[in-house]
T-cell receptor, first 112, second 117 residues
Framework: DQQVKQNSPSLSVQEGRISILNCDYT??????FLWYKKYPAEGPTFLIS?????DKNEDGRFTVFLNKSAKHLSLHIVPSQPGDSAVYFC???????????FGTGTRLTVIP | KAGVTQTPRYLIKTRGQQVTLSCSPI?????VSWYQQTPGQGLQFLFE???????NKGNFPGRFSGRQFSNSRSEMNVSTLELGDSALYLC????????????????FGAGSRLTVL
């Protein structure tokens, strides 16, 4: 049973525009949510995270929004750059837990 | 500093064989986790080791096993390989290193791609 879902397998965006990647989860016990980025032939790299007590976290061009009532989070990338083209994974964990539940990923392509 | 190192990067096995994958964590990291990545399933948690003890285990059959050594290096083993075991196996280590939000960040290796024929 997939507790973290990314329903869009792919997304294409023009350079300079906003990229919005979405993620839904089913387990209300999740306390932390993370986004990882993965390039081909490399392992996933951490991008940004948010605690369940917050609804927004920003880091440069990247902002993650959390809507607990809807069990939904999104990653906004503004402005999008060609180097952002990668597969983005949403992940979640419970408090004190080291194991992450991952979504299936969204392949972002930023068109120059 | 050196990242998480996984060996071998690629390997091909046949059904019924067994395989051992190795992971060297970042120096100082004591927690090592293993994940299986397959198309359409994303990353699935296999198990986590801390100080040579398995601390957590995912929903995988007993054919999947692991261990951690005193220097924090870890191995995972898959016995009696099946075609469905073809996947990218990712190792991740953590200090733990918490972000400003409190989340524990895992640092992943590049993975070992296993093909079962």
């Amino acid at each position: 049973d997939q507790q973290v879902k990314q329903n869009s397998p792919s997304l294409s965006v023009q350079e300079g525009r906003i990229s919005i990647l979405n993620c839904d989860y089913t387990n209300s016990m999740f306390d932390y949510f993370l986004w990882y980025k993965k390039y081909p032939a490399e392992g996933p790299t951490f991008l940004i995270s948010i605690s369940s007590i917050k609804d927004k976290n920003e880091d440069g061009r990247f902002t993650v929004f959390l809507n607990k009532s809807a069990k939904h989070l999104s990653l906004h990338i503004v402005p999008s750059q060609p180097g952002d083209s990668a597969v983005y994974f949403c992940a979640a964990s419970g408090a004190g837990a080291n194991n992450l539940f991952f979504g299936t990923g969204t392949r972002l392509t930023v068109i120059p | 500093k050196a990242g998480v190192t996984q060996t071998p990067r690629y390997l091909i096995k046949t059904r019924g064989q067994q395989v051992t994958l190795s992971c060297s964590p970042i120096s100082g990291h004591r927690s090592v986790s293993w994940y299986q990545q397959t198309p359409g399933q994303g990353l699935q948690f296999l198990f986590e080791y801390f100080s040579e003890t398995q601390r957590n285990k995912g929903n995988f059959p007993g054919r999947f096993s692991g261990r951690q050594f005193s220097n924090s290096r870890s191995e995972m083993n898959v016995s009696t390989l099946e075609l469905g075991d073809s996947a990218l196996y990712l190792c991740a280590s953590s200090l733990p290193s918490y972000t400003s939000s409190g989340a524990n960040v895992l640092t992943f290796g590049a993975g070992s791609r296993l093909t079962v024929l």
